[in-house]
Structure formats: C-alpha cells, structure tokens
C-alpha cells in the first residue's frame, strides 16, 4: 500500500505569489489533517478534513490560508500572497473514517515552503 | 481543547544510557499515540494505547499509559545514536487528535 503523498516535497515562492500543497491521502482513508513545523518545533495543527468538508479549521489562520478536500483528487492546501513567515513544512496526515484504529494518523513526507 | 505537556523538552544523553520521557494531560484520552520524527521526515508512528495502565514493548522501547488515562511514559533502554529524533504524543477522540510539543532526544556515540 502506498503511504500518504505529498507534492511538491520542495517548494519555493517569492513574496506576493500563490503556494498549493496538495496530499494524496493512504488508500482507504478519508480523513486528511494538515499540520505546519518550524524548525526545531513540534507540530502546529490547522486544518482537518473529510471529503467535501472541513470538519475543524480552527488552527489555520483566517487570511490567505485555505484548504479543500474534493470528491475527487488530493487535498489542497492553499496560501495565498504568501509572506516570509510562511516560510516552513507543512505535514499532511490521513486516517480512517471509522471502525478500528480510526484515530491513528499516518503522514507523508512533508511539503517544505521557502519564500524568498 | 486538550493539551499535552511534554516533558523533558530536549535531552541530551551518551549512548548506551536509559532515559524515559513524559507526556501528561489534565483531559483523560480514549487512545494515546507515540511517534518518532527523524530530520526532514515526517513523524512515524511507533505505538497506540488504549486501556488505562497498559504497557507496550517495542524492542528497546517500553511505552506505558497510565491508569486514568491522561498521561503516558516512554522509556527506552540502551540508547544508539539511531534512537536520535523528536518525540511526539498525541491523544484526543476518535479522529480528533493533537499533539504534544514534543521530547528532541539526542544520543551521543
């Protein structure tokens, strides 16, 4: 089974342009969380998602940031007019939607955003 | 919203030493994960908990959940410098989880 994907791994913008993150989630799961790490921090929730709804966004910022979760295709998680302090990875995570083990989140690689 | 404290924040330790790292909460959690984070990855899962005072053994690695189920230990033996990464708990209900700030274990050859 392939695990969660996530692309690009390496991103770079410059002030003012438009960044998408996209995640493909493992197979057979439809819950998607994003997360964004700093480095030498821990993880800082923003956004988690079921297909065609955003069920908690509450750690993602109110401006410029949003996500989606389409029937169909990966998770996008889009910044616009990104500013230096984008500058950071952006993890992405997917679980089941019920049964056992519906809480344990696997995560792919991580998307790194340099805005320069 | 519930938190979860992680203590120590970072360690430093020569290989071959133990070290245990915690992971509390005031809130009681229905399940409990333990991952491991490795320089440009993303974090791994290495255990679930689930019932109050169970303990799980992962090679050199012994996780413990306690009996109210609002904080958990992770305790591991001999350490290698392979063991050298960020440790995160995570707790919550059902598809609702966040995570700890995390434990930076570094272990010296």
């Known amino acids: 089974n392939a695990g969660v994907m996530q692309n690009p791994r390496h991103l770079v913008r410059r002030r003012g342009q438009e960044a998408r993150l996209r995640c493909s989630p493992m197979k057979g799961h439809s819950h998607v969380y994003w997360y964004r790490q700093l480095p030498e921090e821990g993880l800082k929730f923003m956004v988690y998602?079921?297909?065609?709804?955003?069920?908690?966004e509450s750690g993602m910022p109110k401006e410029r940031f949003s996500a989606e979760f389409p029937k169909e295709g990966p998770s996008i998680l889009r910044i616009q007019q990104v500013v230096r302090g984008d500058s950071a990875a952006y993890f992405c995570a997917s679980s089941r939607a019920g049964g056992l083990r519906v809480y344990e989140q696997y995560f792919g690689p991580g998307t790194r955003l340099t805005v320069t | 919203t519930q938190l979860l404290e992680q203590s120590p924040q970072f360690l430093s330790i020569q290989e071959g030493e133990n070290l245990t790292v915690y992971c509390n909460s005031s809130s009681v959690f229905s399940s409990l994960q333990w991952y491991r984070q490795e320089p440009g990855e993303g974090p791994v899962l290495l255990v679930t908990?689930?019932?109050?005072?169970e303990v799980k053994k992962l090679k050199r690695l012994t996780f413990q959940f306690g009996d109210a189920r609002k904080d958990s230990s992770l305790h591991i033996t001999a350490a290698q410098p392979g063991d050298t990464g960020l440790y995160l708990c995570a707790g919550g209900e059902n598809n609702d989880m966040r995570f700890g700030a995390g434990t930076r274990l570094t272990v010296k050859p």
């Open positions: 908990v689930v019932t109050g005072g």
């Open positions: 998602l079921q297909k065609e709804n955003i069920i908690d």
